[in-house]
């Protein structure tokens, strides 16, 4: 189901600026018979990355409003939501009273289990830096495109990415947490990467759990001498690495205890 | 006028990957009486940017045709095509046979001299480096949309951008020369920056001219140092700076004579 500006359809104005420039942003998150899971961290983040781009946020309300409408047929639903800054005349100025387009997308999902950890593929493509941008869930998601076109197997479920300086960043989808002497520790995303409501979420488990988690940058050396690796995000949960080329985790304490957390934390919601 | 798949229609599929990741190219040029300016070049440059993007482009008789159409009942038309991956499932990874969307967008156009030079401003916002991108007029251009959003004055015509390390790169809409010693450079467009048509044109008047046309790097004090500088782009010709910041230049014999060049290729092809 599609409802755009609340009304279900299925195009968007050809002149949108989310077409012309990926001049927007987004979430994906999971929903329950169409309850949205997380609802109130999502839109915190939604609200702060359009303010990143001096975009108007939709009222919270109207979008759990449509949230929940997109969602409600479905025992479990991906739903994504996509502000773009409306439609505009030529050239890249932004209109001085843009009308945002809201665009809520849901589609069936079915949970996948990874108890046993995934096989992640070290993508080639290096990210940019760009700290106007870093963090910010937009639509200029080239980047992510080309990395996830590297690798064809079905049995690599993730892409591992690098930044210029060979800081590990994230997942192609996801957010990443090493775990070393039994501290967590996140990268940094000031110069590139997006910043998920599930890293929030584990942080916050972390800090319940009497875990440190440090947000620093992170070498691929370091991720390699690491104990335990994973990846997370809003529809996974946690992905425990198993093996990245030639190198072999075993699924771990700590990943298991989280989780449980971020499992345990999404049936509350339900 | 839009055309959408070669129908006349004003919206395209939610779904579209055009809009969910800015999986796509584009460009921009003109067309007098429905001819567009220069169209074996703006094709040959659009067909280069798909396939970096592995992207099929459209058949090029198909795309001439929709163009001309568009255009048709104008004197000058401003014409935008854009060329998507098409609709896709949920997630990064381009779908295997992709049907790509082409989007045709004609707009009223009035060409704007600049005989006396215009002022630019110095954009804070810096280019990220992504070699995988550089040179491709794609759709990820939230970095042109947070520059041109810097100023508001009606003055300023454009704005400067340089990259990271402090080089120029080109304007927020077009391309960039300098002249020094008699000689053009403009800059290298292997890390970041959109590789115009307009450019290539100039850098074969200048061939013709018996000018020297360089490609390379350009700090910003080598560009304040230069004797003339001027920005291209398809739709307003050649614009030479007449000031940045405190800097002022006169439009200078060199500008003047390859904006007269550009002109008159321009009517040959009317």
């Not at 001085?96 to 665009?103: D, F, G, K, Y």
């Not at 941008?133 to 479920?157: C, F, S």
């Not at 319940?208 to 988690?213: D, I, Q, R, T």
């Not at 050396?221 to 072999?248: H, K, T, Y």
């Amino acid at each position: 189901m599609i409802l755009i500006n609340g009304t279900a359809a299925d195009s968007i104005p050809a002149n949108d600026r989310g077409l012309a420039y990926g001049d927007g942003v987004f979430r994906t998150l999971r929903a329950v018979y169409g309850k949205p899971l997380h609802w109130t961290q999502h839109y915190a983040r939604l609200a702060h990355d359009c303010a990143r781009l001096a975009l108007p946020c939709p009222d919270e309300a109207v979008l759990r409003n449509e949230v929940c409408r997109a969602g409600a047929a479905q025992l479990n639903a991906a739903i994504k939501v996509i502000v773009t800054r409306g439609s505009g005349p030529r050239g890249y100025g932004p209109p001085e009273s843009p009308i945002p387009l809201r665009v809520v997308l849901s589609s069936p999902y079915q949970p996948q289990a990874a108890e046993e950890g995934i096989q992640a593929h070290l993508c080639k493509l290096r990210l940019s830096h760009q700290a106007a941008l870093a963090g910010v869930k937009h639509l200029n998601r080239l980047e992510n495109v080309l990395a996830r076109a590297e690798w064809q197997a079905p049995e690599i479920r993730e892409g591992l990415l690098l930044d210029h300086d060979g800081n590990a960043i994230g997942g192609t989808m996801s957010n990443l947490f090493i775990v070393e002497d039994g501290a967590l520790l996140t990268p940094d995303l000031s110069r590139c990467g997006v910043a998920g409501v599930t890293r929030d979420r584990v942080m916050a488990i972390a800090q319940m759990l009497g875990l440190a988690c440090h947000v620093k940058n992170c070498t691929l050396q370091r991720l390699c001498d690491a104990s335990e690796v994973f990846f997370v995000n809003s529809l996974i949960g946690l992905w425990p690495l198993r093996r990245l080329e030639q190198r072999l985790w075993h699924a771990g304490e700590c990943s298991r205890q989280i989780q449980v957390a971020l499992a345990s934390g999404d049936a509350e919601c339900t």
